[in-house]
């Protein structure tokens, strides 16, 4: 099956949940632009029907099949674009010093455009109605928010 490469991940994300029986999960990519003149991450999906399933896909060119370029799926319960980049680096996974910011606040994002034009302008449009004269203060943008 042609598809979106999104389409083939979703499939062998959804094994588990769908019992799928499926085996040799092959993404085979294609240079979408030149073949069909598209702006889309396409390729072949091939797969066997067995009683048995597999979790994971083998990733390849449809140019060059028999080059692996990458394979994911399902390892140890997770779901990884990579196996074998998560087997090197699994021994991380789940453990940071640092404390993840989903986001950026609105007022400590920085100004981003000026009334009049031109980098002299002093003058910035915070929102649609906050406008700040920066010539007169001095700002430190905070990324903490």
Same mark, same amino acid.
């Given at each position: 099956?042609?598809?979106?490469?999104?389409?083939?991940?979703?499939?062998?994300?959804?094994?588990?949940?769908?019992?799928?029986?499926?085996?040799?999960?092959?993404?085979?990519?294609?240079?979408?632009?030149? $073949?069909?003149?598209?702006?889309?991450?396409?390729?072949?999906? #091939?797969? @066997?029907?067995?009683?048995? =399933?597999?979790?994971? /896909?083998?990733?390849?060119?449809?140019?060059?099949?028999?080059?692996?370029?990458?394979?994911?799926?399902?390892?140890?319960?997770?779901?990884?674009?990579?196996?074998?980049?998560?087997?090197?680096?699994?021994?991380?996974?789940?453990?940071?010093?640092? $404390?993840?910011?989903?986001?950026?606040?609105?007022?400590?994002? #920085?100004? @981003?455009?000026?009334?009049? =034009?031109?980098?002299? /302008?002093?003058?910035?449009?915070?929102?649609?109605?906050?406008?700040?004269?920066?010539?007169?203060?001095?700002?430190?943008?905070?990324?903490?928010?």
């Amino acid at each position: 099956m042609l598809c979106k490469t999104s389409v083939i991940r979703n499939i062998v994300r959804d094994i588990p949940r769908l019992k799928l029986k499926i085996s040799n999960v092959r993404e085979m990519l294609i240079d979408a632009k030149k $073949e069909f003149n598209i702006n889309a991450n396409a390729a072949l999906f #091939v797969a @066997d029907f067995n009683t048995h =399933g597999e979790k994971f /896909c083998l990733v390849s060119s449809l140019y060059e099949p028999n080059v692996k370029l990458r394979e994911y799926g399902w390892f140890h319960n997770k779901f990884v674009s990579d196996i074998g980049l998560y087997e090197k680096y699994k021994y991380i996974d789940g453990y940071s010093s640092f $404390e993840w910011r989903q986001g950026v606040k609105h007022d400590a994002d #920085v100004p @981003d455009a000026c009334k009049s =034009g031109g980098m002299s /302008c002093p003058w910035f449009i915070l929102d649609a109605v906050d406008i700040m004269d920066l010539s007169k203060f001095y700002l430190k943008y905070r990324a903490d928010g």
